[in-house]
């Protein structure tokens, strides 16, 4: 990851690579937001912004000479769109333009950015899109094209607020926050012939003992003893893989903790659709069905590492989805975890029986409340699109979700569960089916299915099917591939709690 400092000094003087400042629009044209530039050069560009290409639109990047009285070899323009009413710009905004600028610059050494943040939130969320947008995925690469795409070296942040004890502690936040989410993405993006149950479960325990913090305690079930313990959910998804399927629970507990939270998250490290198979366009990508599961672990970690009074428990349900010869079957009825039985009507509905067997060790360990986050149902993406994950569970728990979600700068919508559709979890031979009888409201059938588990307990369901993984171009501080979307409200979840 980027090296990260603060600095007061003037950003003209910063002798590095390049130097971002903020372009905005505005009703004149654009305006270079940076205070401390040459105040020809800024009525330069200003004048000259349509033959150059810049609108001061979000995620607009632009490169320019640095000019006269400027040490920095490039200079760099990042957009930031329309000022609020009160002359300020959305954190969120801050966050996307210092990401879409440090990710535009992979492959140089080093980098001060120059925009405007009133206070130490503001700030924060500066230092966040800087670190968030220094990725990149290159495990796979030659080594010459690994250079060209690695991530800027080191990010310097020219702010007043330089020597603020409260912005030294964001900055630290963000260090771990951006180690977390990146590290969800690395997991994400990782070929399925690398990372398969074992292997997931193998890294897990590898990231906690590098980790270096006390008060984390890993524990894996392999296939055997999963099938010992009745869980009938994993153990059915992943029989038709020769790689057999893990449970992988990380607990922290710290000292005197006010709160217990517990989060379960989906790891099918790849989805074929089992003997219900996928079409082969669908194929490729559901090597990130395992980002739930991703997301828990470094959350759990980022917890750990920033010392919250909150004790956390991660619980990582891992399968493959194959169809082989001992692949699950529709209309086999599998038994679960605490004894419900389950009628296999789609063997591609996988997800949500992994999830059921977490949910259920969850609730038996004792929690004040239970999360789970997965990469549940296409009809995620059919309602909300790529980018808004949906967000269900009791009323409460959603709500203080979407709040944390809210704060993160990641885009969740609470959705109903309408009580109608609970009727469609009826089974002829079982205490319920797996899959919804129509196509219709499928994320909010399987939050049903789900909400069996979990019985009088607080809890909220994350469904991030379309955000986890962007099929797309880069944008903001988002690269393509694995997102690590989850992370950031997670966490947020937690540090609230941890304030309550």
């Given at each position: ?8 000094k ?22 270079v ?15 000259l ?18 000019g ?8 760099v ?12 710009f ?8 210092a990401?879409?600028a440090?990710r ?48 800027v070296?080191s ?32 997991l ?34 392999d ?33 005197k903790?006010t709160?217990?939270?517990a ?13 219900s ?36 428990t ?25 004894g ?31 999360l ?26 959603r709500?203080?979700v979407?709040?944390?979600a ?44 789900l ?24 944008f903001?501080?988002?690269p393509?591939g ?19």
């Amino acid at each position: 990851m980027a090296d990260l400092t603060l600095s007061g000094k003037n950003p003209t003087a910063l002798q590095v690579d390049a130097l971002v400042v903020g372009t905005c629009s505005t009703s004149d044209g654009v305006a270079v937001v940076a205070d401390q530039l040459p105040a020809d050069l800024v009525r330069q560009i200003e004048t000259l912004a349509p033959q150059l290409g810049v609108s001061g639109a979000t995620d607009e990047v632009r490169k320019l000479p640095a000019g006269d009285g400027i040490k920095a070899g490039v200079l760099v323009l990042t957009g930031l769109g329309e000022r609020d009413t009160d002359g300020t710009f959305p954190r969120e905004v801050l966050r996307g333009a210092a990401g879409a600028a440090v990710r535009e610059l992979a492959g140089t050494g080093s980098v001060a950015i120059a925009l405007p943040a009133v206070d130490e939130d503001e700030l924060a969320a500066v230092v966040e899109g800087a670190l968030l947008g220094a990725y990149s995925y290159t495990r796979y690469r030659g080594a010459d094209v690994a250079a060209k795409r690695a991530p800027v070296g080191s990010i310097e942040v020219v702010t007043s607020f330089a020597r603020s004890a409260r912005a030294k502690a964001a900055a630290v936040r963000a260090e771990v926050l951006a180690a977390a989410v990146n590290g969800t993405r690395d997991l994400v993006n990782d070929a399925p012939n690398d990372l398969y149950p074992a292997a997931f479960a193998d890294a897990a325990k590898a990231a906690v003992k590098d980790l270096g913090v006390k008060g984390v305690k890993v524990t894996v079930l392999d296939d055997k003893q999963l099938a010992a313990g009745g869980y009938g959910g994993l153990v059915g998804v992943g029989q038709g893989s020769v790689r057999g399927p893990r449970m992988v629970k990380l607990s922290y507990a710290p000292s005197k903790a006010t709160s217990k939270v517990a989060v379960v998250g989906k790891g099918i490290t790849f989805d074929t659709g089992g003997i219900s198979l996928k079409p082969p366009a669908s194929m490729p990508t559901m090597k990130s069905d395992m980002a739930g599961a991703a997301a828990v672990l470094h959350t759990v970690l980022a917890v750990a590492r920033l010392g919250l009074p909150v004790a956390v428990t991660g619980y990582l349900c891992l399968a493959e989805n194959m169809p082989g010869g001992n692949a699950q079957r529709p209309a086999d009825v599998v038994t679960m975890r605490g004894g419900k039985t389950v009628e296999i009507t789609n063997t591609d509905a996988e997800g949500r029986l992994v999830m059921a067997d977490g949910l259920v060790s969850a609730v038996e360990d004792g929690h004040d409340v239970v999360l789970d986050i997965a990469t549940l149902t296409g009809a995620q993406m059919v309602a909300l699109g790529h980018r808004t994950s949906g967000l269900m569970g009791t009323e409460d728990v959603r709500d203080e979700v979407k709040i944390a979600a809210d704060t993160a700068g990641e885009a969740f919508w609470p959705m109903p569960m309408p009580a109608e559709l609970k009727a469609g979890l009826k089974s002829n031979v079982a205490d319920m089916v797996n899959s919804a009888p129509s196509r219709w409201g499928g994320m909010l059938f399987a939050a049903h299915f789900l909400a069996e588990f979990v019985g009088d307990t607080p809890w909220a369901h994350l469904d991030i099917a379309g955000p986890s993984y962007n099929e797309g171009s880069a944008f903001g501080y988002t690269p393509a591939g694995g997102t690590g979307v989850g992370v950031r409200t997670l966490l947020a979840f937690v540090e609230a709690r941890a304030r309550a």
